[in-house]
T-cell receptor, first 113, second 113 residues
Framework: SQTIHQWPATLVQPVGSPLSLECTVE??????LYWYRQAAGRGLQLLFY??????ISSEVPQNLSASRPQDRQFILSSKKLLLSDSGFYLC????????????FGNGTRLTVT | AQSVTQLGSHVSVSEGALVLLRCNYS??????LFWYVQYPNQGLQLLLK????ATLVKGINGFEAEFKKSETSFHLTKPSAHMSDAAEYFC???????????WGAGTKLIIKP
């Protein structure tokens, strides 16, 4: 079965520091991978998605970036965190099919201080 | 443009009472619809999905949803609420050329003892 690993579970970082969140998946190959963010009062916001190695689509312009160096690895990064980057970051995997649901990891709670 | 509206950011019911969470969508094509549940500090978990096979869809934990094309609705129900149902619930529709999900804003379900 498909498994999504996200780490760390919680993270506290000062403003201006770099960020690297990693997501790895097991039990599947060639998945579509997604990074979502939940911030207080803002619902689910799609940040990036990837349909393959090295292929990244950005949905929201910001100081975050994503990379997919391997088929089952998806990384979210920032060179300098802002207070507004605080939130709950979720990695998800899916398929290029309308009736295929997304499967989510357990998320990373990021607090920028 | 496609959209999803969840009526009520918070819904409060007594334990044992009927749960009704509302979701309306707008879509120019037949939609694929999903309900997800999110417990505190966890990722989202698929409750059920509608893919045109049957208008009444049964999901996990005793939840079900009925697709009503004439009302463009996909409301989530459960006959008898349990304390463990307290969570946030998200409705989503799958549309578009890149198989993206359009998300509702979420409804927090509060169960009163």
């Amino acid at each position: 079965s498909q498994t999504i690993h996200q780490w760390p579970a919680t993270l506290v970082q000062p403003v201006g520091s770099p960020l690297s969140l990693e997501c790895t998946v097991e039990g599947t190959s060639n998945p579509n991978l997604y990074w979502y963010r939940q911030a207080a009062g803002r619902g689910l916001q799609l940040l990036f998605y990837s349909v393959g190695i090295g292929q990244i689509s950005s949905e929201v312009p910001q100081n975050l970036s994503a990379s997919r160096p391997q088929d089952r690895q998806f990384i979210l990064s920032s060179k300098k965190l802002l207070l507004s980057d605080s939130g709950f970051y979720l990695c998800a995997l899916g398929r290029s099919s309308y009736n295929s649901p997304l499967h989510f990891g357990n998320g990373t709670r990021l607090t920028v201080t | 443009a496609q959209s999803v509206t969840q009526l009520g950011s918070h819904v409060s019911v007594s334990e044992g009472a009927l749960v009704l969470l509302r979701c309306n969508y707008s879509s120019s094509v037949p939609p694929y619809l999903f309900w997800y549940v999110q417990y505190p500090n966890q990722g989202l978990q698929l409750l059920l999905k509608y893919t045109s096979a049957a208008t009444l869809v049964k999901g996990i934990n005793g939840f079900e949803a009925e697709f009503k094309k004439s009302e463009t609705s996909f409301h989530l129900t459960k006959p008898s609420a349990h304390m463990s149902d307290a969570a946030e619930y998200f409705c989503a529709v799958s549309v578009g050329s890149n198989y993206q999900l359009i998300w509702g804003a979420g409804t927090k379900l509060i169960i009163k003892p």
